[in-house]
């Protein structure tokens, strides 16, 4: 009995795989009005926060986001900071994120990644963006009109993002109605087959 007991392997109860922690942006634009929906896609499969641009606050309906999703706009910055040696919140949500999916991306805030921008009292997200490690993904869907996504502007930024690394979910093609964005599905499924692929190859979360 003893000698058996000896044999028999101690199991190890395996962890549950954890969430991946993603960051979800919105910018002032017609699409944000799906921004909620998007959250919810995520919320089936990731941890996620939010951040909300001053102008995206005027279509994000704030009691449609689930409330297990902490919501995070530009007076947060100075709210929480208030002294040296104190967290940043900019900082600490840029570490905290393992992607950072930002939709829909206005023009100003497409112009202002590419320029670098980390005007903190614009917005929030440019100090993400500013402060962001690379090696990360980024996911942006932009939510333009149809003569402001075909300005030379749009195509100049859309490849610098590309440079950067940064992934584009474009606007459907041939549609010529204003504000569009890729569908919620669409940009879910994206963001979830690059995280899940990666995962396969064995380069793990970030
Ligand atoms: C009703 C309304 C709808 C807008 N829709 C869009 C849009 O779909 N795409 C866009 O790039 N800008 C749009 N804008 C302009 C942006 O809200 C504006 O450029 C804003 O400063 C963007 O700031 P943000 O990128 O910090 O959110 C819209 C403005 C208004 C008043």
Redesign the pocket.
């Known amino acids: 009995m003893a000698s058996q007991r000896g044999k028999r392997k101690l199991e190890v109860p395996h962890a549950p795989p954890r969430k991946p922690r993603i960051l979800r942006a919105?910018?002032?634009?017609?699409?944000?009005d799906q921004f909620a929906l998007l959250c919810k896609y995520f919320l089936e499969w990731a941890e996620v926060k939010a951040v909300?641009?001053?102008?995206?606050r005027?279509?994000v309906k704030a009691t449609d986001i689930p409330n297990t999703v902490p919501v995070y706009t530009d007076e947060y910055e100075w709210f929480i900071w208030k002294r040296l040696g104190e967290p940043v919140l900019h900082i600490d949500l840029a570490n905290w994120a393992e992607i950072l999916v930002i939709s829909?991306?206005?023009?100003?805030?497409?112009s202002?990644i590419v320029a670098g921008f980390s005007d903190n009292l614009?917005?929030c997200?440019?100090s993400i963006v500013r402060a962001w490690d690379y090696s990360k993904p980024m996911f942006v869907a932009?939510?333009?009109?149809t003569l402001?996504w075909k300005n030379p502007f749009s195509e100049w930024h859309c490849i610098a993002i590309d440079d950067l690394g940064i992934n584009l979910v474009p606007p459907p093609s041939g549609q010529h109605n204003?504000?569009?964005?890729a569908d919620p599905p669409l940009i879910y499924s994206t963001v979830r087959l690059s995280y899940d692929s990666k995962m396969k190859k064995g380069q793990g979360a970030v």
């Open positions: 919105a910018c002032g634009c017609l699409a944000a909300i641009t001053r102008a995206a005027k279509f829909p991306l206005s023009a100003e805030t497409l202002e614009l917005t997200i440019d932009t939510s333009m009109n402001m204003a504000a569009e964005m």
